[in-house]
Every structure is written in C-alpha cells, then in structure tokens.
C-alpha cells in the first residue's frame, strides 16, 4: 500500500517548455487534489477532482490543467512554463482525511 | 480573500513548553477543521481534525481547542520536543464528499532542547 506516489521527485525546466507531473493514488478514494507550495503562502489549490471524470479549478489553476485518467491517476499539466510556477507541487486524495503525496520540486529558470 | 488566517508565522520554544498556534476561518459552512504537520522535503500528514460540535479534543500531547461563535480554533502542543519541530497548517472544509480543504499559511514551529 503505497498511498499517494508522485513523480518526477525534482525537475528544471527552461521558461516556455512542458511538463506533466504524475500522481497515483491506491486507496480508492474518488477525490484528488493538487496544491502548490510557496514560501509564506501555505498550501494553495490548484485543481481538484471530486470524482472520475469531474475537474475543478481551485484559487490558482491559471498556466495548468489537469486531467482525471481513471479513478487513481490525477496530472498536472503546465504548457508552458514560467518562472513564477517554480514551486513544490503536491498531490493529495481523500475521502475525508487527505493523504499528501512527498511532492514535485519544480524550478523554472 | 483569504479564508483561513493562521498565526504566527514562526514561533520558537524551550522544550517542555506549549506552544499554541491559532486559526480564524470567515464561511460558516465550514465544518471539518483539520491540522497538519510537515517535515523538510515531506508532505503534509494529518495531525488531529475536529468538527464545530465539540470545543476541544485531544490526542496524546496535541489539543485542539474550538470556538464555534468567534470563528477561530487553535493547536496546542504539551510538552514540546525536539522532534514536534515542523511546519503546522491549520485547514477547513465543507461537509462534502470531494470539498477540497483551504489551508492557512502555515506555522512554522522550532523546539529548542
């Protein structure tokens, strides 16, 4: 029972290129969830999936997206990056508690 | 509009001493109220969560106090160790299946031996 895997663990990328972060989770639970981590901004909502084939835009979705590819894998998407997405991404999933995954360290030059 | 509002940013103790860290929330309809802790190049995990009908509840050295008609709750920590030394995120939610919890900013804790 692995819980939440995420990957890559780190990545750079050079402004304007692409890049999908994966996440799998294997306690069946229908919600999944990514979040970016700044310093002294806490955790904030980037999008989120309530259930298979459902996405949501949370308080930053803007330069992402995401897709639901079954009931266990939730992605991110950036198309093209950009230096102020430079961040650790989190992926989570619940159903009441949520379970983060260790994160995507992501650096955008 | 920042939903959740934690304070303080930092906050330093002695071992042994209690730390408090406290979270105000504005939508009412909020009803899970959890605190997580984190570890350097960890994710978050689940340290203690309470709902509006109680106004406190403990696990081990970790209470969670509840104030439902001020909008605010709070973590203390007992008897603080080395190892309690974290980042702490207060969080709330909605009653419902697939609401995504709103984080406050977050505490980051130093216990000192």
């Known amino acids: 029972n692995a819980g939440v895997t995420q990957t890559p663990k780190f990545q750079v990328l050079k402004t304007g290129q692409s890049m999908t972060l994966q996440c799998a989770q294997d306690?069946?639970?229908?919600?999944m969830y990514w979040y970016r981590q700044d310093p002294g901004m806490g955790l904030r909502l980037i999008y989120y999936?309530?259930?298979?084939?459902?996405?949501d835009k949370g308080e930053v979705p803007n330069g992402y997206n995401v897709s639901r590819l079954n009931k266990r894998e939730f992605s991110l998407r950036l198309e093209s990056a950009a230096p102020s997405q430079t961040s650790v991404y989190f992926c989570?999933?619940?159903?009441?508690?949520?379970?983060f995954g260790p994160g995507t360290r992501l650096t955008v030059t | 509009q920042q939903q959740v509002k934690q304070s303080p940013q930092s906050l330093i103790v002695q071992k042994g001493g209690i730390p408090i860290i406290n979270c105000a929330y504005e939508?009412?309809?909020?009803?899970?109220f959890p605190w997580y802790q984190q570890f350097p190049g960890k994710g978050p995990a689940l340290l203690i969560a309470?709902?509006?009908?109680?106004s406190e509840k403990k696990e081990g050295r970790f209470t969670i106090s509840f104030n439902k008609s001020a909008k605010q709750f709070s973590l203390h920590i007992m008897d603080s160790q080395p190892g309690d030394s974290a980042t702490y995120f207060c969080?709330?939610?909605?009653?419902?299946?697939?609401?995504?919890?709103?984080f406050g900013k977050g505490t980051t804790l130093s216990v000192s031996s």
């Open positions: 989570a999933s619940s159903e009441r508690i949520a379970y």
């Open positions: 306690m069946n639970h229908n919600s």
């Open positions: 999936s309530a259930s298979e084939g459902t996405t």
């Open positions: 939508n009412t309809a909020f009803d899970y």
């Open positions: 309470i709902r509006p009908d109680v």
């Open positions: 969080a709330a939610s909605h009653n419902q299946a697939g609401t995504a919890l709103i």
